[in-house]
């Protein structure tokens, strides 16, 4: 308030702020606390200001609350935000969880950035924190690609911009720092931009609000902008490659001459039970699933829905029943499992967990060479009046698992294939391509 001009007042200023830049920005984005702190007045300037914005500029507006509550109150704030103030999206703290987003983002034509890595100094006395071997904004950024929201991370940590990136691969990042707190605009884009060089809007407030001459600040701002999107993208890993080395580096796959159960001799030999000593690399495996049975099969976490009406995961004893835990964890949905054999004792029970008849089950396992083992799994489960459509692994050995499932009339989805896991190997210089070539060869026999 001190830098407005005598008889001037917030709604004037704000105007012509947008009537100077509103032909070179994307979104407004109004911060909350300093109409609040106005009293009425100050809210009646934001009233106006978001509708002028919508009337003359024509573009979205982002309205910087930084809501965060649970039940009625949650809701109550979405209502406030969308529906009386009439703003485009919000910025929201998830620290209270899912139950706390889930209002906000039930407007499926407005917009959510989740808190994740502020560009604060204080970011790193939360949102770093281990929890337990990977910090809290990692969990939030994956969480974001779960229920869909865009995340706020500050152009001041670049790396950790690269690493939401990776998280949340096509996640819309708000993203502040940039001007008055020091933020570097080229290696915050060149780590927070997705490979179709958009994904990112830049906030400036300061830098351009009190410039001298608003218009010129952020048509330089907007050149900076472009001039960093037209430069050539850092290389980014590949989460395929980062998993397939991952499990590479715990013993997991093995090169040299093995007898497999069949009595064949094999050039690899994959050992997934692995999984359940090596906590860190189980966990991306979890992720890994979570990712693709939310893109291929549009299964989602629970986020409050009751357990009795979500689909079930069903993992194949032995080597998948780590990993269905974990993806159970990771995801919310419930496991069940079929025993191997039905018990003699007690409920006597052929598959185990919570089910109704005619739930959904997915079947999981780790991988898939035929598809017998799958088959013998899932006639339990549809005897017991499961309905079973997809089977989910892992790694796909590609010796005619899917070919034999589709005739069946079941869909695989596979984390990784073979064919390229080796290529990946070979790239990296784990194994010769002469390796490559020779297991190749023998997959395809």
Not at 249 to 254: N, Q, R, S
Not at 323 to 340: H, N, S, W
């Amino acid at each position: 308030p001190e830098r407005l001009a005598p008889g001037d007042d917030l709604f004037h200023f704000n105007q012509r702020i947008v009537d100077a830049t509103h032909d070179q920005v994307c979104v407004y984005k109004p911060n909350f606390a300093f109409y609040e702190s106005a009293g009425p007045e100050g809210l009646e300037a934001l009233r106006r200001t978001v509708a002028y914005i919508h009337d003359t500029a024509g573009v979205p507006v982002i309205l910087d609350a930084k809501r965060g509550d649970i039940g009625s109150t949650a809701a109550a704030y979405a209502r406030a935000a969308y529906d009386v103030w009439g703003v485009d999206a919000l910025t929201v703290n998830p620290y209270l969880g899912g139950d706390s987003v889930a209002p906000f983002t039930q407007y499926a034509d407005r917009g959510v950035f989740l808190l994740c890595h502020t560009s604060n100094p204080g970011a790193t006395d939360l949102q770093t924190l281990l929890c337990p071997d990977r910090p809290l904004y990692e969990i939030v950024a994956e969480k974001a690609a779960d229920w869909g929201t865009g995340l706020v991370v500050g152009a001041t940590y670049p790396e950790a911009l690269a690493r939401v990136r990776s998280l949340a691969p096509t996640a819309w990042i708000l993203l502040p720092g940039v001007g008055a707190q020091g933020g570097d605009l080229q290696a915050a884009l060149g780590a927070g931009l997705r490979e179709d060089g958009l994904g990112v809007v830049v906030n400036s407030s300061r830098g351009i609000i009190y410039a001298d001459d608003p218009r010129q600040a952020a048509m330089d701002l907007r050149q900076r902008i472009n001039v960093a999107r037209l430069a050539p993208l850092p290389p980014r890993a590949d989460p395929r490659a980062h998993l397939t080395l991952a499990l590479a580096d715990i013993g997991a796959i093995k090169f040299g001459n093995f007898t497999l159960a069949s009595g064949k001799k094999s050039p690899i030999y994959i050992d997934l039970r692995l999984l359940a000593s090596y906590p860190d690399t189980l966990r991306q495996v979890a992720h890994a699933y979570a990712d693709l049975l939310r893109q291929e099969l549009d299964l989602q976490p629970l986020a409050g829905e009751p357990a009795a009406t979500a689909p079930r995961l069903a993992a194949i004893p032995y080597a998948a029943l780590p990993i269905g835990a974990a993806v159970a964890l990771e995801t919310g949905l419930p496991l069940i499992y079929p025993r191997k054999e039905a018990k003699e004792y007690g409920t006597a029970r052929q598959i185990e967990g919570v089910f109704q008849v005619g739930d959904l089950a997915v079947v999981l396992d780790d991988l898939i060479t035929t598809g017998g083992s799958k088959l013998a799994a899932i006639a339990p489960m549809e005897a017991a009046g499961l309905q079973v459509r997809d089977v989910v692994v892992l790694i796909d050995r590609e010796q005619g698992g899917r070919e034999e499932l589709a005739e069946a009339g079941y869909r695989l989805h596979a984390v990784l294939r073979m064919g390229e896991m080796l290529d990946l190997l070979a790239e990296a210089g784990r194994i010769t391509v002469e390796q490559r070539d020779e297991t190749v060869s023998f997959l395809r026999g």
